[in-house]
């Protein structure tokens, strides 16, 4: 079902309008793992609160409890559960997105402040932290809403919103608010889902929409290493003590190697290899080395083969070294051996990997290796959050409502893709409502979310709304169907 002209041109005529209001969410640094702007984090939750009011959607801030960060403890952002349309006759799909977002100051490297929205209408991209992700999808609904009421056009299907507010932190409190609204029945927010839709991913380059079927999981690790009871002078004491940098940097590197091969032992069991048929999806898709190392800034795939890092960066696992916490790090030289460092790493997985057995299988590698360094320093290794990896059929209808809205948007037909990164709420609400999930992204690959620059070309903003609007019309006309 083609959505109606007057949708369409109403978010071409308001695209300025829409382009100032993301500005306005850029702008609230909404950082969900730094304390001192946890207050950002509900102003962020009570602005959007106040946008879906706007257009007539019933919303509920659920509170999620309290966590302990940076030695405080503090109430964790509230979830914003929300409704739009109770007839029985539509399907009816939950939209889940976040507004939260990593965190980012312009000494990173940034060529504008990443707080103060910066629109290049040269380039047309938007920049700023949360353009991509996740504020330019929450708002590209936003967009959808707002034109259904102006022009007072009943919506397609009945909605239900999820907007949470520590996706970037774990979800925290997230999972136990999902189950226990699915097991409300038909009394809970989620009565009635149909089907879900994600926009919280990208494509795969910067020219071919996509949709997503699969996501790997997450197991996230702190590996702490400490010795001496302050930081000591190398000068008086090096080449006498055990030094925890030293350790540390060599266990990290015991654990992966530079082409990607994790080697904790029993890490790959279990995953099957790819067959002829699934090989074949990855070499239909719009995508070369030559996309990856754009994006990526610099030649470094770990492979000539496409197909190989297609797989890699979707398909199979892979464990990353994210950093050293507790090192110095400034500028000049600094002759100090630290008392204590934190290195942090973690591992993406695919099917039938879990966080739970992968971490037993972390921990026992981990304290083996430390065992044959015979070193006199303390070592700890904590498992801080993941989430399991999640595969959906991209064959069901709510796959090919999307399809079809991509083809009368873009005029292509997308990809099909699975992502690398991880979602984990995504599986919470597969187990807990037993409907379809889709991931259907609005930005491209080279947004940098989570890096510097984060920009959404406002092409995609403006037309990834109409693709989501679209979408909805798609559900509706397979509801009459």
């Known amino acids: 079902m083609v959505a109606p002209q007057q949708f369409t041109d109403f978010i071409d005529q308001n695209a300025d309008r829409f382009i100032q209001r993301l500005g306005e969410a850029i702008a609230i640094p909404s950082i969900s793992g730094d304390a001192s702007r946890r207050g950002d984090v509900f102003k962020m939750a009570d602005w959007l609160e106040g946008q879906l009011n706007k257009y007539g959607v019933k919303t509920e801030k659920i509170p999620l409890g309290k966590q302990q960060i940076e030695g405080q403890t503090l109430d964790l952002p509230p979830a914003i559960l929300g409704r739009i349309g109770d007839d029985p006759k539509k399907k009816t799909i939950l939209l889940y997105g976040h507004f939260d977002v990593q965190p ?110 699969g996501l790997r999981g997450i197991a996230y690790y702190q590996l702490n290493i400490s010795g001496p009871g302050a930081d000591l002078h190398s000068g008086i004491y090096g080449g006498s003590v055990f030094e925890p940098m030293t350790a540390l940097i060599t266990l990290m590197g015991k654990l992966v190697t530079q082409d990607g091969r994790i080697l904790i032992p029993g890490v790959y069991d279990g995953i099957q290899a790819a067959d002829a048929n699934e090989l074949k999806k990855y070499e239909d898709l719009d995508y070369s080395i030559d996309d990856l190392e754009s994006a990526a800034g610099g030649k470094i795939a770990n492979s000539a083969e496409r197909s190989t890092v297609l797989m890699g960066r979707m398909r199979n696992p892979s464990l990353s070294l994210h950093g050293i916490e507790g090192a110095y790090s400034g500028a000049g030289a600094k002759t100090v051996i630290p008392a204590s460092v934190n290195g942090k790493f973690s591992l993406r997985l695919v099917p039938p990997q879990t966080p739970e057995d992968i971490t037993k299988k972390v921990i026992a590698y981990v304290e083996s290796e430390f065992a044959k360094l015979n ?46 990164g991880s979602i984990p709420v995504t599986l919470t609400f597969a187990d807990n409502l037993g409907v379809n999930i889709m991931l259907l992204p609005m930005g491209r690959a080279d947004d940098g979310a989570h890096s510097t620059n984060e920009k959404l070309d406002a092409s995609n903003f403006i037309k990834g709304s109409k693709l989501l609007g679209t979408y909805l019309y798609e559900v509706g006309e397979i509801t009459k169907s």
């Open 375 to 420: 070193t006199r320093l303390n070592m700890k290794i904590e498992y801080l959050h993941g989430g399991k990896p999640w595969v959906a059929d991209p064959s069901h209808w709510n796959f090919e409502a999307a399809k079809k809205a991509t083809e009368a948007v873009y005029l292509q037909t997308p990809n099909y893709t699975r992502e690398g």
């Open 104 to 213: 980012a100051d312009k000494s990173d490297g940034w060529d504008h402040e990443p707080f103060q929205m910066h629109y290049d209408k040269a380039s047309g991209k938007i920049f700023g932290r949360g353009s991509t992700d996740d504020k330019g999808p929450i708002l590209g609904w936003l967009n959808v809403l707002d034109a259904h009421h102006t022009l007072k056009l009943d919506l397609p299907v009945n909605l239900r919103f999820c907007f949470e507010g520590m996706e970037e932190s774990g979800s925290e409190g997230l999972d136990e608010l999902i189950a226990s609204e699915a097991a409300k029945k038909e009394q809970g927010w989620f009565a009635g889902v149909d089907a879900v839709c994600i926009s919280d991913n990208y494509w795969l380059n910067t020219r071919t929409p996509c949709l997503t079927y």
